[in-house]
């Protein structure tokens, strides 16, 4: 049975730092690409950061470009988001997602349930 667990999540001042933790199961981990998205209320679920396996590739939306840090420590089956410098729009609930592209043009995700950060004075 496959399983993402995120876990970190809570309120912060702004300017504080959180970090998220994707322990994942049942499927081969180092496998899959990691991915982190969130949701703010009313909005629709966007890309905040990726990471290859080796993790040696690493992408960012332009809104956390420098404040967050994607990372992956495949002994642990877990995948990390820093969050770093947090400002109030980064307030949501963030996903994390294992994508695995084979080159047949199959895909397989899956998605754990979220994890809500609130960034508030």
């Known amino acids: 049975q496959v399983q993402l667990v995120e876990s970190g999540g809570g309120v912060v001042q702004p300017g504080g730092s959180l970090r998220l933790s994707c322990e994942t199961s049942g499927f081969t981990f180092h496998g899959y690409a990691m991915r982190w998205f969130r949701q703010a209320p009313g909005k629709e679920r966007e890309f905040v950061a990726g990471?290859?396996?080796?993790?040696?590739?690493?992408n960012y939306s332009e809104s956390v470009k420098g404040r967050f840090t994607i990372s992956r420590d495949n002994s642990r089956r877990t995948a990390y988001l820093q969050m770093d410098n947090l400002k109030p729009e980064d307030t949501a609930v963030y996903y994390c997602n294992a994508r695995l592209q084979i080159l047949d043009g199959r895909e397989f995700t899956y998605w754990g349930q979220g994890t809500q950060v609130t960034v508030s004075s």
């Open positions: 990471i290859g396996n080796p993790a040696i590739n690493t």
